[in-house]
């Protein structure tokens, strides 16, 4: 099985703040990676797909790179609706343990 | 619009069973690989198994705590996905979630809430 090591656990950060979360994976999976938001009660939000595709209506603040085992997760200039717990997925298989954005 | 509808979820006793459905729509069912995740309380997205599409074998792989307990099916002809869960127990407790992924993007319900208590 492919596992999935997100970085770091928990995040602070302040309002535009440039921020990144990695997320690497024991063997390659080419660019099978998604990023996900979520907040407390709620469901996943897909943010990212195929390691670098945005999804519809996402701020283009939030992008993703990498391919291979090595991916990142940028926030260009954190705001005020970002402070959430962030995923990495391989497709169809193990998610990473997840990356809290805390307020400073 | 892509709609994942799960149901099925309850109180069921430790060791008991329960079987959750998720109605897909809008894709084409047949050509999504399918997956359920959990989430239990106050703890982090699980990945619980996936079943593979016809073409690609339809065969299902599963995560190691359910690997034995769960079975994950589809029904193509009527746009469904199944798990059933067997042998249950309290850390089994979670929200869980169907995905699909039928053409590069992934799509996700809403939820159902499984608690195993006595």
């Known amino acids: 099985d492919i596992q999935m090591t997100q970085s770091p656990s928990t995040l602070s950060a302040s309002v535009g703040d440039r921020v990144t979360i990695t997320c690497r994976a024991s063997q390659s999976i080419s660019t099978w990676l998604a990023w996900y938001q979520q907040k407390p009660g709620k469901a996943p939000k897909l943010l990212i797909y195929k390691a670098s595709s945005l999804e519809n209506g996402v701020p283009s603040r939030f992008s993703g790179s990498g391919s291979g085992t090595e991916f990142t997760l940028t926030i260009s200039s954190l705001q005020p609706d970002d402070f959430a717990t962030y995923y990495c997925?391989?497709?169809?298989?193990?998610f990473g343990g997840g990356t809290k954005v805390e307020i400073k | 619009e892509v709609q994942l509808v799960e149901s099925g979820g309850g109180l069921v006793r430790p060791g008991g069973s329960l079987r959750l459905s998720c109605a897909a729509s809008g894709f084409t069912f047949r050509n999504a690989w399918m997956s359920w995740v959990r989430q239990a309380p106050g703890k982090g997205l699980e990945w619980v198994g996936r079943i593979k599409i016809k073409t690609d074998g339809g065969t299902a792989d599963y995560a190691a705590p359910v690997k034995g307990r769960f079975t994950i099916s589809r029904d193509d002809s009527k746009n469904m996905l199944y798990l059933q869960m067997n042998s249950l127990k309290t850390e089994d407790t979670a929200v869980y979630y169907c995905?699909?992924?039928?053409?590069?993007?992934?799509?996700w319900g809403q939820g159902t809430l499984v608690i195993v208590s006595s």
């Open positions: 997925q391989q497709y169809n298989s193990y």
């Open positions: 995905t699909g992924v039928p053409v590069g993007i992934v799509y």
